[in-house]
């Protein structure tokens, strides 16, 4: 799905891409870097398309996705608690 129709299937539902973040527990980041390249993840824009259907029909998504013990997605590339992120190299000749 093209990131404008993504969009545009989140305004059916009454949702910014921040708001639809928060509500599917991902980083709003993560959902705006996609606009670089134009295209949205199949699995977000069937998300979206059933929001927006829903929406449009008097069906209240937010209870559903309410009931859904829905665990926020770790950045990659997330340092362990704790940490700095990335791991120390082992000591060799060139990294004493």
Known sequence: MRY????????KAGLSTK????????????LSNYSRSGEIPSHWAVVAAL???MAENGLDFRAVLQRIDITPKRPRGAA???GFGGRRAA???TNP
Not at 19 to 30: G, Q, R, T
């Open 4 to 11: 404008d129709e993504f969009r545009r299937q989140l305004g």
């Open 19 to 30: 708001e639809f973040a928060a509500l599917v527990k991902v980083n709003p980041c993560s």
């Open 51 to 53: 929001m927006g259907e």
């Open 80 to 82: 362990a608690d704790g």
């Open 91 to 93: 000591p060799d000749a």
